[in-house]
């Protein structure tokens, strides 16, 4: 080897970062999940943007199509603390749904909670049959009125529960039905107003001991 040179090493940066574990946002416990996800400094965590299954959370099997988007909001030790700003649910969920001789309408929805936070709702209607214009008219105009009324009358946090653990649905179904008979009703999407939006949704590799991140396709729309 000539004098003056050296060998260059390979570093593993992986090795060089800390591993902080993600922790729901107050309404859902603030329990620890099962994610964790690296930083080089606390800093560079804060106000990351992190999507996973709610199943994380809940451990229920049947928020296996929800995903949550939470944004890192606070780092003490090696949590980080998180607050949501939105929800969706799987495409292929949704796509299932849809069959011949079924209507699917979809609605978009801004809306202001209670507590004045400003988020849009994003919801799809799944009738039992065909339906004529009128009848489609009529049910998307229906559950648009009730997304705003009750997202009004709620809490931000208490709304986005009665979503995500389908209380909102069920209560409109009597009436809804007299439009027209009713396959299905998701609240596909919550999306939150941000004053600022990093749109920066981590990709994590997977490691062989303990689940990461999931670069998961961001799906359609509970």
Known sequence: MATG???????DTW????WYTIIAPKFLGEVPTNTVVPAGEEETLTNRVLKLPLKEIT???NHIYTSIKLRVTEVQGKKAF???IGHSIAKEYLSTLVRRGRDALE???PTKSKDGVDFVAKAVII???RCSEKQNHS???FLTEQIVKQSSEMEFAEFVRAVLFNKFVPPLMKDINKIAPIRR???SKIELTEVFDVEETMDVPVAKEEKKVEAAEEPATN
């Open 5 to 11: 040179e050296f060998k260059k090493k390979n570093i």
């Open 15 to 18: 090795k060089t970062k800390s």
């Open 127 to 129: 009738t039992a049959n």
């Open 107 to 109: 609605i978009v929805v």
């Open 59 to 61: 451990r229920d099997i």
């Open 139 to 141: 049910l998307r105009k």
């Open 82 to 84: 998180t607050k949501f």
């Open 185 to 187: 009703i998701e609240i």
